[in-house]
């Protein structure tokens, strides 16, 4: 099955500066990525995503990116702000079959 | 509103006494899915289905079981909880197929056997 590792397991940036969260994947027959947002004690929701056949997507603050090639895709929050403080998890599916997630990413911005 | 509704929130049982976590979508999605979640551990799959009466063991299904009567309902159901399923659990569907959009989860159910 597919494997999915998702770096870095918590990071912490100031306010303002840019978060990277990187992940890796196994299976190239992977071709939907979608990205969670989980504020404490509350459920995950679905951020942006990304299809195996566009590179990039932005929405705001917020962009993936995939490179098909080394399998990896990772998420770019800039001018990060304390409400973006959550943890986020990657994961990776194929057409008909389950997701596979990361195992998250504990993000704090420090005001 | 389209959601996923998850019951109960909260829920504190003794070992051995059979309970029943329900759930339910009104998006007509084709997909849905049982999660843990446990500190460290990420989101782990318990049993997903793919349509009504199509289900599938997902990476820890020991000690669960599932059903899929109704494409909208897909109850977890712990014949004997032990401690260790003591855990913060997640329902989510999705549709199916080229069309899909990742996962709408339920609100989660904190579950805590003693």
């Known amino acids: 099955g597919e494997n999915v590792e998702q770096h870095p397991s918590t990071l912490s940036v100031q306010e303002g500066d840019s978060a990277v969260i990187k992940c890796t994947y196994s299976?190239?027959?992977?071709?939907?990525f979608p990205w969670y947002k989980q504020e404490l004690g509350k459920r995950p929701q679905l951020i942006i995503d990304?299809?195996?056949?566009?590179g990039e997507k932005k929405d705001q603050r917020i962009a993936v990116t995939l490179n098909k090639t080394a399998k990896h895709f990772s998420l770019h929050i800039t001018e990060t702000q304390p409400e973006d403080s959550a943890v986020y998890f990657c994961?990776?599916?194929?057409?008909?079959?389950?997701?596979?997630f990361g195992t998250g990413t504990s993000l704090t911005v420090i005001p | 509103e389209a959601q996923v509704t998850q019951n109960p929130r909260y829920l504190i049982t003794v070992t051995g006494k059979k309970l029943t976590v329900t759930c339910s979508q009104n998006?007509?999605?084709?997909?849905m899915s049982w999660y843990r979640q446990d500190p460290g551990l990420g989101l782990r799959q318990i049993y997903y289905?793919?349509?009504?009466?199509v289900t599938d063991k997902g990476d820890v299904p020991e000690g669960y079981k599932v059903s899929r009567k109704e494409k909208r309902n897909f109850p977890l159901i712990l014949e004997s909880p032990s401690p260790n399923q003591t855990s913060l659990y997640f329902c989510?569907?999705?549709?199916w197929g080229q069309g899909r959009r990742g996962y709408t989860f339920g609100s989660g159910t904190r579950l805590t056997v003693v």
């Open positions: 989510a569907s999705s549709l």
């Open positions: 299976d190239s027959a992977s071709n939907y």
């Open positions: 990304i299809r195996s056949n566009v």
């Open positions: 994961a990776a599916q194929k057409t008909g079959n389950q997701f596979y």
């Open positions: 998006m007509n999605h084709e997909y």
């Open positions: 289905s793919m349509n009504v009466e």
